[in-house]
């Protein structure tokens, strides 16, 4: 495996450039690294985006209003209060233009983009560390005194947390947000919320769209399991998010991603039942890895586990042995502010693909169960 290809960026490369570089053993290549939700869209809705994908490439798409309005209409929020864009990194970068002035309050480890954007114009980034003897969850009242510490002019929180899947209670994130009524600016990332089972109604959003300053960050790619589209949004009162959907071009949308706002209003079911079997997942996928006496695993609210290896294993190698030996694509840490390579971020999948990726990381610290996973393998391929 072609080192260079995950030192490019603080990101993991995209499946299809890990799909191209692998050549033939691409098309086994099961992704645990992108967060997704694997029960959704079902086969019948991929079946007729199919039959309806001539005319979705063919022509042009409706402008961002219509689209958002439906969007609006399909989640019961008043469209005044959203703006949609071409993935939820668009608005960040266009939060950090607008109202990013000086400097911005943010845990570590978390999003990559949350740190880089703004270090990129010049903003001071003043860093949380949320510490491993912690189990990397947040305390609101410390991290209220390190903005007030630092001065900070906007503050994030990222509720459920990448990579390791922490989750605030809403009280407690509504709590922060009223304490911090007199920053430029409050923002709370929602991208994963979809995923928590642990309270009914747990997003702020509602809340975000009557305070003065406050705007809560969605990401429908990652809910629905279509990052190929780019799409997420934003909630904030109707003076905020008009001047976002101001700044965004009128025709930021393209066509798939209006076919699937529309989609949605028919398959409301089948996506929350989506949600009941990841929930599921993620516990078994959780009880499965514990089990290895190398893995040290946090609990998670979101659709991906954060795991900590033993000293024994090198993170880095892991991740290249396990691409090329058995076409898995994992999440290693190292370039994550905050982390290191002790620690990989798997995404939550089917149990199958589990068994597959327990096996598989055995048999790296067990190098004598390779010889005995190749025979089985030899042996499902000649039944």
């Known amino acids: 495996m072609d080192a260079g290809l995950f030192q ?27 967060p997704c939700n694997p029960y959704f869209p079902t086969p019948e809705m991929f079946d007729e985006l199919s039959r309806n994908l001539e005319a979705v490439l063919k022509f042009y798409p409706s402008d961002a209003d219509t689209i958002a309005a439906q969007l609006a209409r399909v989640l019961g929020l008043n469209p005044a209060t959203m703006a949609m ?10 939060m950090d233009h607008l109202w990013f002035t000086e400097s911005v309050a943010i845990p570590i480890p978390t999003f990559g983009r949350w740190t880089d954007q703004p270090m990129e114009t010049g903003k001071r980034v003043d860093m949380f560390p949320l510490r491993e003897i912690d189990g990397f969850r947040l ?30 209670p809403r009280r407690e994130v509504i709590r922060f947000m009223d304490e911090l009524a007199d920053l430029d600016l409050v923002v709370i990332d929602e991208s994963f919320i979809d995923f928590v089972d642990a309270e009914r109604d747990p997003s702020v959003a509602m809340d975000a769209a009557i305070r ?23 909630v904030a009162n109707p003076g905020l998010a008009g001047t976002m959907r101001r700044t965004l071009p009128k025709w930021n949308l393209n066509s798939l991603a209006e076919t699937v ?69 994992i999440r290693e840490c190292g370039n994550k502010l905050g982390m290191s390579n002790r620690f990989v971020r798997l995404v939550v999948r089917p149990q199958q693909d589990v068994a597959r990726l327990v096996s598989a990381m055995h048999a790296y610290s067990h190098p004598q169960w390779e010889d005995e996973l190749a025979l089985r393998r030899n042996a499902a391929r000649s039944a």
């Open 8 to 34: 490019q960026t603080a990101h993991s490369p995209s499946y299809f450039e890990l799909a191209r570089r692998l050549g033939d053993g691409g098309r086994q290549l099961v992704d645990f690294c992108i």
């Open 85 to 94: 864009s071409n993935g939820s990194t668009e608005l960040i970068t266009w």
């Open 261 to 329: 706002v529309y989609m949605l209003a028919e398959h409301g079911a089948e996506y929350r039942e989506s949600l009941r079997l990841l929930a599921r997942d993620r516990y078994t996928m959780g009880m499965h890895l514990a089990q290895l006496p190398e893995l040290t695993v946090y609990s998670s609210q979101a659709n991906f586990l954060l795991v900590k290896l033993s000293a024994a294993i090198d993170g880095t190698e892991l991740r290249d042995y396990l691409i090329s030996r058995h076409q898995l694509f």
């Open 139 to 168: 305390n609101v009242d410390h991290y209220l005194r390190f903005i007030r510490a630092r001065r900070s002019k906007v503050a994030v929180l990222c509720n459920p947390n990448n990579p390791d899947g922490g989750y605030l």
């Open 212 to 234: 003065p300053n406050v705007v809560v960050l969605k990401s429908l790619g990652k809910n629905f399991g279509l990052h190929g589209i780019r799409f997420g949004y934003l």
